[in-house]
Every structure is written in C-alpha cells, then in structure tokens.
C-alpha cells in the first residue's frame, strides 16, 4: 500500500476533523488531488480514478472536492473557460495560463501585506479588507510556444494532461 504524501495526509485528517468519515472514494480522491499541480477539474478525477473505482459517483467526487475548498485545503478556481479547476496548493502563489492547450502553472510569490495589496488593486474600496491578491498570466506554455501555430490545438481541443 502507498504512504500518502504530506499534504495528502494533512488533508485527510482535516477532513476526519470536520466529522467527515474517510471512505476509500475520499481516500483516493485526497491521494489523487493532493499533489497535482495540473490543476484538475472534477471530471478528469473523475476519470481517472472511475477504473480503481467503479461505483463512484461524479457527485462523491464534486462532493469531496467542495469539502476540501470548504476546509481551506484546495482553491476552487475559474482560470480558463469551462469547469473549475482544483488548486491542492494553498501556499500565497499566483498562475500562468496556457491560451493554446490550457495548461496551468503555478508562480510562486510572497505574501502580500494589507497596504501592498491596496496599492496592487490601484484603488481603496472603502471598508473592504483585502484577503489575498492574485494574478493570472496568459499567455503560451513552453510546449505550445515551441509548436508552430498551425500546429497548435485550440484551447477547446485538448486539456493538459
């Protein structure tokens, strides 16, 4: 049997924590989200683990995946056009995105202090308390900018692996 990574396992006893029974479904989704930085949508969790696991439900997997955005254990995010993306890294970082193949990158950056942030937005909305500053970086990955442009796939014909 597989030792789960550290952040699988910290995921996990969060879970159990909020009352969450660890069933083998949520196992395996937490060991499969917990460190894969290809940022994942629920479909492709889904799909990948549908053979180890034949009577999962879509719902138990969407289910567990909001559960651990509801924790603070993974980010829901909206980075490209279609589903939401699941983010295991919950460290202050900002992202690349891929136009051509929608790949997502993660970009490491420091954490952000109230004033700076304020300074970042460019405005003060009276009364609101900033919670984090992100920011997204479009563009092409290493792989498609090296692919000549009729080469290329559209964004809708293939995801990131």
Do not use: W
Not at 52 to 60: C, D, G, I, N, R
């Amino acid at each position: 049997m597989v030792r789960p990574s550290d952040n699988a396992t910290k995921m996990l006893e969060t879970l159990r924590a909020s009352g969450l029974k660890l069933t083998p479904q949520r196992l395996a989704i937490v060991r499969e989200l917990a460190d894969d930085d290809s940022h994942p949508t629920a479909q492709e969790l889904f799909d990948r683990l549908k053979v180890a696991l034949p009577t999962m439900s879509f719902a138990t997997v969407y289910n567990t995946l909001d559960a651990l955005a509801a924790s603070g254990l993974c980010a829901a995010r909206s980075l490209v056009p279609g589903a939401t993306r699941f983010d295991p890294n919950t460290k202050p970082h900002h992202h690349a995105v891929c136009d051509d193949c929608g790949a997502v990158i993660d970009i490491p950056s420091e954490p952000t202090s109230r004033a700076a942030a304020k300074s970042a937005m460019g405005v003060a909305v009276t009364g609101f308390v900033v919670r984090a500053v992100e920011q997204i970086y479009r563009g092409l990955c290493a792989d498609c900018a090296a692919t000549p442009s009729r080469e290329r796939a559209s964004p809708k014909s293939h995801a990131p692996s």
